[in-house]
């Protein structure tokens, strides 16, 4: 029962807890046709919303009218399942092309995704998710990169992987080897644009410069000296900056822990060591490649420590806390020589002793955080 007299919602008031209490545990007989069942007062929506949702159930249940029993529909032939969603097809389509523009593809992967999140299939939406984006479900190539050398994995060995992992899942979870090598020219030497002012003595202005040949503009012999080596190199410069590249963050973080405004262009100082040492034998297992010594040599640099000038002091913004670990040393350039060779190894090193020598006398520009630093 309920009062008909006319009022305004905020002039009614909730009964006290007790009175709504008693009121809840009534007895009500359900009205519904063959049910007949008592509940409590309380409980009476919720089980006449049960009705509600069988009711809705039978409008839609499929009435076998005898014969062979209804395959589910993914059982079905391809034909089979066409025929049986053929109605449901068209007020897709209608709904697409009133609403989403005629973008079918759109309304039922967007219904599909629903369906799996509401099961909290959230991992399969995910990669759906991904693949509608375009993006693949796969891993990126530099995280593909980062596993290939982690696990010390050659180029043969880690295709050999890819070609198992998609054979076997049908899916292709890492990347092929050029999309690797694709990411590998944005974190080796040569990617990124800089400027030297003034400009190093005999060395090109060019800076998109990768690897080279350690032996170009040599003499096959040198002093009637054959240089029977094979060795790759890094331009010094083009090293250097790649190395400060890949401490970009470090090197903000840097002036904010010395707050100092991150806009500042410098001059910054950086301090670098150098170190050459012998890899030890490399010799071929199944030797076919041209004979050259079986020592390797390697020559890298570390960055030590940046600092910046401001004002009349310098501010150090950088230090490099593990100055002997690989992580942190950059190769400049990889030779099969003995280290006690001193004549192929001054022959080869000499042109990066050059570079070096040169840029002591330029300051180079490099942008840095959107900025142009010296």
């Known amino acids: ?63 076998n009218k005898g014969g062979r029993p209804r395959q589910h529909l993914l059982s079905l032939t391809r034909r089979a399942q066409k025929h049986r969603l053929r109605e449901l097809k068209r007020q897709v389509k209608a709904f697409a092309e009133k609403e989403e523009g005629g973008d079918i593809k759109a309304v039922c992967m967007t219904l599909f995704l629903l369906a799996l999140r509401a099961k909290n299939e959230h991992k399969q939406a995910d990669e759906l998710e991904a693949i509608m984006q375009g993006r693949g479900s796969g891993l990126h190539p530099a995280v593909c990169l980062a596993i290939r050398i982690n696990t010390f994995l050659s180029c043969s060995q880690y295709h050999k992987m890819y070609r198992t992992v998609k054979a076997v899942t049908g899916r292709q979870v890492f990347q092929p080897l050029h999309a690797l090598r694709t990411a590998e020219k944005a974190l080796l030497p040569g ?118 000038a401001h004002g009349n002091e310098s501010k150090r913004i950088f230090e490099e806390v593990k100055p002997n670990s690989e992580l942190c040393c950059k190769p400049l350039c ?29 300051e180079l520009l490099l942008e840095m955080g959107g900025i142009l630093r010296t």
Request: charged share 25%; glycine share 6%.
């Open 334 to 362: 990889l030779m099969l020589a003995d280290e006690s060779d001193h004549e192929t190894l001054t022959a080869i090193l000499s042109p990066l002793i050059a570079e070096r020598e040169a840029m002591k006398n330029s």
């Open 1 to 63: 029962p309920s009062c008909w007299y006319p009022c305004f919602p905020t002039d009614l008031v909730t009964p006290v807890k007790s009175f709504l209490n008693i009121l809840d545990n009534l007895s009500i007989r359900c009205p519904v046709k063959e049910c007949d069942e008592e509940i409590s007062h309380g409980k009476y929506g919720q089980h006449l919303s049960g009705h509600k949702e069988m009711k809705e159930g039978e409008l839609y249940s499929y009435i």
């Open 191 to 308: 990617y990124h644009p800089f400027e030297w002012k003034p400009p190093l003595k005999n060395v090109s202005t060019n800076t998109e410069v990768g690897i080279i040949d350690g032996l170009s503009g040599l003499p096959l012999s040198i002093d009637d000296y054959p240089v029977d080596t094979i060795a790759k190199r890094f331009r010094y410069d083009a090293a250097l900056v790649c190395a400060l590249k890949d401490m970009e963050e470090e090197i903000l973080e840097g002036m904010k822990e010395k707050n100092l405004d991150d806009y500042l262009n410098g001059p910054f100082t950086v301090v670098v060591k150098e170190s050459c040492d012998g890899m030890g034998d490399v010799s071929e297992k199944h030797g076919s490649g041209p004979a050259v010594p079986e020592k390797a040599v390697r020559f890298s640099f570390t960055v030590m420590n940046i600092s910046i």
